[in-house]
């Protein structure tokens, strides 16, 4: 079984794609690590966010493990590593560069100690339009800006790092109009859709799994 679960940031697609994993035996892809090693990897670089040719050669010689070592990287989910991610993400030759290795997960989907799961599921942008256009089930999770705002304002609270909430809003509205001006990050025509803004992660979870079931 292929799930995909895209939407904005912070609107709660990791936390419902971790649950999900965990009941049904799933081996789960958080896509939007692969652009949070590239852009981390230029910020360790110091290469301009701008630049288009190193970005590229970064995503293409991106491997499993170092992305899960530069994922222990303080910065990998920080304000500055989420811009950096997001600035890489809108570059074409980046997102090309980055298929196959996501695409190659479903095909033989098993978990952090090799063994075998019983399928896949995706959390990010564009997984099932782009990645797995095929997937069995396809969410679409959302949330008002305001609400995604102040979830990343408390996550970043609960770390310990220095976050103004403002900031982190006026961020979300930049990432948001940069995530869905490329093709593929609009929902599937197939996706069903959730807003999170006042549902608890719990509703949301319970749903999700009727859905599941009656497929
Ligand atoms: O989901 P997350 O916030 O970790 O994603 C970081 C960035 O990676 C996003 O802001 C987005 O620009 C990019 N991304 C993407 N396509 C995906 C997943 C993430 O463009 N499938």
């Known amino acids: 079984m292929i799930i995909t679960i895209d939407g904005p940031a912070a609107a709660g697609k990791g936390t419902l794609a971790s649950k999900l994993a965990l009941k049904y035996n799933l081996a789960y892809f958080d896509t939007g690590m692969v652009y949070r090693a590239v ?15 190193k970005a590229e050669k970064l995503a293409q010689s991106l491997t499993f493990p170092r992305m ?3 994922s222990k990287n303080p910065d990998f989910r920080s304000l500055e590593g989420s ?8 570059m074409p030759g980046v997102r090309s560069a980055l298929l196959l290795m996501q695409q190659n997960f479903s095909q033989n989907p098993v978990f952090a ?3 075998k799961a019983d399928g896949a599921i995706y959390d990010g942008r564009d997984t099932g339009t782009v990645i797995c256009p095929h997937a069995d089930i396809k969410f679409f999770v959302t949330a008002s ?3 995604r705002a102040m979830r990343r304002f408390k996550e970043y609270e ?25 093709e593929g990050s609009q929902p599937a025509q197939d996706a069903i859709h959730f807003d999170t803004s006042d549902m608890s992660i719990e509703e949301v979870f319970e749903k999700a799994c009727k859905i599941i079931e009656n497929r």
Not at 163 to 177: H, K, S, W
């Open 145 to 147: 800006p305001e609400v």
């Open 39 to 53: 852009g981390l990897e230029m910020l360790l670089a110091q290469n301009s966010l701008e630049d288009v040719e």
């Open 83 to 90: 811009k950096a991610a997001s600035s890489v993400a809108a």
């Open 68 to 70: 899960i070592e530069l």
């Open 113 to 115: 100690d090799g063994s």
């Open 158 to 182: 609960s770390k310990g790092q220095k976050a103004d909430y403002n900031e982190v809003l006026e961020q979300t509205i930049e990432r948001d109009a940069r995530d869905y001006a490329r």
